[in-house]
C-alpha cells in the first residue's frame, strides 16, 4: 500500500511526490536530515532530533521556516495517517531548486525543499540482533571533515555497509590516525570493567541524540565515562563494545576485525543500557 508523504507543505501520495532535477539535494548533496524513532506510535528524543537539524541548517547557512511546532505536527499528522506503530519518520531538507546546475548557492529566498515519510519497521525494539550481537569491520574514514552536520552526503557509509556485508559482517567502524571515530551510521562505544570508552565529540563525528542520552542514564547508572578516541587494538582487548543510533537504541557488538569480545556474547552493560534506554524512551515519547 502506498505511503502517504509529506512534500513543501503538501500531503501526497508517494507516488506523486516529485522533486526537480535541479534540486540542490539532488545534484549536490545540498541537503540535511534527521531520523526519528517512532515507538507505539509516538516520537522519542523528538527535541533533540529538531535542535541538531536546526543546527545543521545554520551550519550550512541553510533556511527553512518552519517551527518547532510545526515540524511536531507534520511527524504527528504522517504517523496518523500512515498508521505507524513503530518504526521511524525521515525528514529531509535541502537548499531547494536552484534552476540550473551552478556551484554558487541559489538566490536568497528561494525555497528549502523539505520532505517527510514514515519507515515502518514492526518490533523495531525486539530487533534479534540485540540478543546475538553483532559483528564489525574497521575501513578507513574517508568522509569529509563536518561529520557533526547531518547532511545526506552519506555515499562513503553506504560503501562501508557494502564492505561489511561482502565480508560477511554487520556493519563498519571508521578508523583515522589510527583511532575509531564512529560507526557507518552510528556512534560507537566499548567497555572495560565498570568504565564506557567512547569518542569525544569534534566535527570528528556525528553527535548522536542517542548518544547523550545513554551517556547521561549510565551515569545515573555509576558507570565510569571516558570520552576519548580509541584505537581497534584497545576495542578488541575491552570486555565488551556497543553501538547506538535513534533507530537501533543500543547495540551489542561482539566481534570487531575478526576478534570475539569477551565471551562473545553481548556483555552486561551493553543489555542493561539497551534496556533502560528503551523503557526511558517509551516512557517519555511523545
Ligand atoms: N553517527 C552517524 C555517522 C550516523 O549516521 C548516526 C545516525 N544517524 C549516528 C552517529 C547516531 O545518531 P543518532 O543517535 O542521533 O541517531
Redesign the pocket.
Known amino acids: 500500500m502506498s505511503r502517504t508523504v509529506y512534500l513543501n507543505g503538501q500531503y501526497l501520495p508517494e507516488e506523486e511526490a516529485m522533486v526537480s532535477i535541479f534540486d540542490r539535494g539532488f545534484v549536490m548533496g545540498d541537503a540535511v536530515y534527521?531520523?526519528t524513532?517512532v515507538l507505539d506510535g509516538k516520537l522519542t528524543?523528538f527535541e533533540?532530533?529538531m535542535a541538531?537539524l536546526e543546527r545543521s541548517l545554520r551550519e550550512l547557512e541553510m533556511t527553512c521556516d518552519i517551527s518547532r511546532e510545526e515540524w511536531l505536527a507534520i511527524h504527528r499528522k504522517l504517523i496518523e495517517l500512515n498508521g505507524l506503530t513503530d518504526g521511524g519518520v525521515y525528514l529531509q531538507v535541502t537548499r531547494g531548486n536552484a534552476g540550473d546546475r551552478d556551484f554558487h548557492f541559489p538566490p536568497a529566498g528561494t525555497p528549502a525543499t523539505v520532505v517527510l515519510y514514515t519507515q515502518s519497521k514492526p518490533g523495531l525494539a525486539n530487533d534479534p540482533h540485540a540478543l546475538t550481537g553483532i559483528k564489525v569491520i574497521s575501513v578507513p574514514d574517508l568522509r569529509w571533515h563536518r561529520?557533526d552536520i547531518?547532511t545526506v552526503q552519506?555515499l562513503w557509509?553506504s560503501m562501508a555497509k557494502m564492505m561489511a556485508e561482502k565480508a560477511g559482517k554487520d556493519d563498519a567502524w571508521f578508523v583515522e590516525d589510527g583511532f575509531v571515530t564512529?560507526?557507518?551510521?552510528?556512534?560507537c562505544y566499548i567497555v572495560k570493567g565498570n568504565k564506557i570508552i567512547t569518542r569525544n565529540l569534534s566535527n570528528d563525528?556525528?553527535?548522536?541524540?542517542?548518544?547523550?542520552s545513554v551517556l547521561k542514564m549510565a551515569r545515573e547508572a555509576q558507570l565510569e565515562i571516558e570520552e576519548r578516541p580509541f584505537t581497534i587494538e584497545e576495542a578488541q582487548a575491552a570486555d565488551e563494545a556497543f553501538y547506538?543510533?535513534?533507530?537501533a537504541f543500543v547495540m551489542p557488538i561482539v566481534e570487531v576485525d575478526g576478534v570475539s569480545l569477551g565471551d562473545g556474547t553481548p556483555g552486561r552493560v551493553s543489555k542493561r543500557l539497551r534496556e533502560i534506554y528503551i523503557e526511558e524512551s517509551r516512557k517519555v515519547a511523545i
Open positions: 534527521e531520523v524513532c528524543e533533540g532530533h541538531r561529520r547531518k552519506l557509509a564512529e560507526g557507518s551510521s552510528n556512534n563525528i556525528l553527535h548522536g541524540i542517542t548518544r547523550g547506538t543510533s535513534a533507530s
